[in-house]
């Protein structure tokens, strides 16, 4: 569990944050989340993006799509318990959130990938997305709404 949310935060980080980081400053945020992960107990979390790489490929044998699981993603993909006001702005979030699984994640869970769509439409809704939401938790949007 540990390292497929520091991976998919990474993964969301490259795709829609702000700033990039570079290797030494993903590097550290492995390190920093490794901290953490031992206070929780988990064993020996990794404390490096190859490190994190390694574990997650010695991990992927074991790692398959169930029926549970793709019945739990057609749940929140397709019908999720939301009012319908909220539906299109939620699906824009899960395709942005899609686009970045790994691919054998992806296939497992029996959600397309249509790269070039991905490319055009949902990468950029997605860092308009994360755009929008940095912008209106920072601070800005308090003090131009006042």
Known sequence: MHVAEVDSF????????????DTAGYDAYVADMAVIARKLGVP????????LKDQIAQFRPELR????SRDAAKYLLLTPPLELVARVPYSLIAAAAIAILP???RA????????VTEQLVVKPIGQLI???IRWATSGDFVSQAV
């Not at 990474?10 to 980081?21: K, N």
């Open 44 to 51: 020996a979390p990794p404390t490096s993006v190859q490190g």
């Open 130 to 132: 994360s755009s929008t």
């Open 103 to 105: 691919t054998w994640a």
């Open 10 to 21: 990474i993964r969301a980080h490259q795709a829609y944050g702000a700033t990039p980081l």
């Open 65 to 68: 799509g169930t029926t549970e």
């Open 108 to 115: 497992d869970l029996r959600l397309p990938y249509l790269p």
